[in-house]
């Protein structure tokens, strides 16, 4: 199996001798609309009480009105990164201590982190293999008397299948949050990912197709909702008195607020969303074109009217049939020159915050406290397909953080067919 000489691994010559070129999503019109609020000398205007200024500075409610257009919602409230956003999120929807929030093990870690800020529950799903994305059938068996609502990730880019989602969460009296950070600028059955959920939105954060440095974007058509956002984001708890707000279930504030200068730049970076979301969509086409037909390699799959934004691009090997192991392909691509390859999440509820159970504190809060009505298991085992993806059969390669042309694509090409040349031999 590993005698071809040919193979870099064996000290035959490189598939990809240039590095591939990195993603840059800046352009002249982000440094000029960043210039001009610093020679403003406006950089926030925000004010952490009840007045005119509680809304933030004129880039962050310009750049607000833009992504309410854009993504066709009532209301859109920035924040500073999408950690921030989907902790909002949690608090916004009215979770309590010891409430069951469902999501998936294979996401990125603040996905299940922003449940545990409020001292709730995350409860971990499996997920379909042909999206990655939560599996409707183990989201119905991991629902309790204690559970109030599902994260529901789009990960690597195509949404998660929401309308099965919402139907669940509507017959059980349920509230959905959707992460659909790395899937902006993606359609499901016509309308525009992240947008079904009650609340959700997206990352601005550096790794993700648009992006203002640090940043996010929450999005929902519920004003209550809204309303309770830009209070979490604000310091709550000294605005609600002016404010007059009644409901003070987690009126406990941050600093959640975005610069205005992410805000310009934001606002640049929205109008090229659709157009970086489809060079990726190129790039992904002509690879799938590429690689189709190697055996035991199971290339992406799309579900039927959904678009996907290829944040990631994911694949899976069927190691029986190749006899070899995921370790062995990753070594001989990366002997030939190809960057960018990944083995997938290390499942959420393998990280010793969980396999411990210890988050505030030393004694086990909030698991141990008297608000937690049952003894949650993040036990190897409770998500099948998503640990055995990560251990042994996931590959995938980091589609938004290059910026291939089709000479890159077919070198990548050229690299999987040389080595599965090798294979079997
Ligand atoms: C990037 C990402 C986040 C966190 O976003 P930040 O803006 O980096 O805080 C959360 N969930 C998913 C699925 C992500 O990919």
Same mark, same amino acid.
């Not at 309308?163 to 359609?187: C, H, N, W, Y």
């Not at 984001?233 to 406990?252: D, I, P, Q, S, T």
């Not at 042309?405 to 031999?425: I, M, Q, Y």
């Given at each position: 199996?590993?005698?071809?000489?040919?193979?870099?691994?064996?000290?035959?010559?490189?598939?990809?001798?240039?590095? +591939?070129?990195?993603?840059?999503?800046?352009?002249?019109?982000?440094?000029?609309?960043?210039?001009?609020?610093?020679?403003?000398?406006?950089?926030?205007?925000?004010?952490?009480?009840?007045?005119?200024?509680?809304?933030?500075?004129?880039?962050?409610?310009? +750049?607000?009105?833009?992504?309410?257009?854009?993504?066709?919602?009532?209301?859109?409230?920035?924040? %500073?990164?999408?950690?921030?956003?989907?902790?909002?999120?949690?608090?916004?929807?009215?979770?309590?201590?010891?409430?069951?929030?469902?999501?998936?093990?294979?996401?990125?870690?603040?996905?299940?982190?922003?449940?545990?800020? @409020?001292?709730?529950?995350?409860?971990?799903?499996?997920?379909?293999?042909?999206?990655?994305?939560?599996?409707?059938?183990?989201?119905?068996? %991991?629902?309790?008397?204690?559970?109030?609502?599902?994260?529901?990730?789009?990960?690597?880019?195509?949404?998660?299948?929401?309308?099965?989602?919402?139907?669940?969460?509507?017959?059980?009296?349920?509230?959905?949050?959707?992460?659909?950070?790395?899937?902006?600028?993606?359609?499901?059955?016509?309308?525009?990912?992240?947008?079904?959920?009650?609340?959700?939105?997206?990352?601005?954060?550096?790794?993700?197709?648009?992006?203002?440095?640090?940043?996010?974007?929450?999005?929902?058509?519920?004003?209550?909702?809204?309303?309770?956002?830009?209070?979490?984001?604000?310091?709550?708890?000294?605005?609600?008195?002016?404010?007059?707000?009644? %409901?003070? =279930?987690?009126?406990?504030?941050?600093?959640?607020?975005?610069?205005?200068?992410?805000?310009?730049?934001?606002?640049?970076?929205?109008?090229?969303?659709?157009?970086?979301?489809?060079?990726?969509?190129?790039?992904?086409?002509?690879?799938?074109?590429?690689?189709?037909?190697?055996?035991?390699?199971?290339?992406?799959?799309?579900?039927?009217?959904?678009?996907?934004?290829?944040?990631? *691009?994911?694949?899976?090997?069927?190691?029986?049939?190749?006899?070899?192991?995921?370790? @062995?392909?990753?070594?001989?691509?990366?002997?030939?020159?190809?960057?960018?390859?990944?083995?997938?999440?290390? %499942?959420?509820?393998?990280?010793?915050? *969980?396999?411990?159970?210890?988050? *505030?504190?030393?004694?086990? +809060?909030? @698991?141990?406290?008297?608000? =937690?009505?049952?003894?949650?298991?993040?036990?190897?085992?409770?998500?099948?397909?998503?640990?055995?993806?990560?251990?042994?059969?996931?590959?995938?390669?980091?589609? =938004?953080?290059?910026?291939?042309?089709?000479?890159?694509?077919?070198?990548?090409?050229?690299?999987?067919?040389?080595?599965?040349?090798?294979?079997?031999?």
């Amino acid at each position: 199996m590993t005698t071809n000489p040919k193979l870099a691994i064996n000290g035959g010559p490189k598939t990809v001798e240039v590095p +591939f070129k990195r993603y840059n999503a800046m352009g002249s019109e982000e440094v000029e609309a960043a210039a001009a609020v610093v020679r403003s000398g406006v950089l926030s205007q925000f004010i952490g009480c009840w007045d005119a200024d509680f809304y933030g500075g004129p880039k962050v409610q310009e +750049f607000e009105r833009a992504c309410e257009r854009h993504f066709g919602v009532k209301h859109a409230v920035t924040v %500073n990164s999408w950690t921030s956003g989907l902790v909002a999120a949690v608090g916004a929807i009215g979770i309590e201590p010891g409430d069951e929030v469902i999501v998936t093990p294979w996401t990125m870690s603040a996905s299940a982190t922003a449940i545990l800020h @409020w001292n709730a529950i995350p409860v971990f799903a499996d997920i379909e293999p042909e999206t990655f994305n939560i599996d409707p059938e183990s989201l119905l068996k %991991n629902i309790t008397p204690q559970t109030r609502a599902i994260l529901a990730v789009d990960i690597f880019g195509q949404s998660c299948d929401i309308d099965r989602i919402m139907d669940i969460a509507e017959s059980r009296g349920l509230k959905v949050i959707g992460d659909t950070a790395q899937a902006p600028g993606t359609f499901h059955n016509g309308r525009v990912t992240g947008t079904m959920a009650h609340v959700g939105g997206y990352s601005l954060n550096y790794h993700k197709h648009i992006h203002t440095g640090e940043g996010g974007i929450l999005v929902t058509n519920d004003g209550e909702i809204a309303e309770r956002l830009q209070l979490i984001r604000n310091h709550a708890e000294a605005v609600v008195g002016g404010k007059g707000v009644e %409901n003070l =279930c987690n009126m406990v504030g941050h600093n959640f607020r975005m610069g205005e200068i992410e805000a310009a730049i934001g606002v640049e970076q929205l109008k090229k969303l659709s157009r970086l979301v489809e060079t990726r969509q190129k790039a992904a086409e002509r690879l799938t074109g590429g690689l189709c037909g190697l055996p035991g390699l199971r290339l992406p799959i799309i579900r039927e009217g959904c678009t996907h934004a290829y944040y990631m *691009y994911p694949m899976i090997l069927d190691l029986e049939l190749l006899g070899t192991t995921r370790a @062995w392909i990753l070594s001989a691509l990366e002997a030939e020159g190809v960057q960018g390859l990944a083995a997938g999440y290390t %499942n959420i509820h393998q990280l010793p915050i *969980y396999q411990k159970k210890i988050a *505030y504190g030393r004694g086990g +809060f909030p @698991w141990t406290a008297e608000f =937690c009505k049952r003894d949650v298991s993040y036990a190897k085992g409770i998500c099948p397909v998503a640990e055995d993806l990560h251990e042994r059969t996931y590959l995938g390669f980091e589609m =938004c953080m290059h910026d291939l042309s089709g000479d890159e694509v077919d070198l990548l090409v050229a690299a999987f067919r040389k080595v599965w040349g090798a294979l079997g031999k």
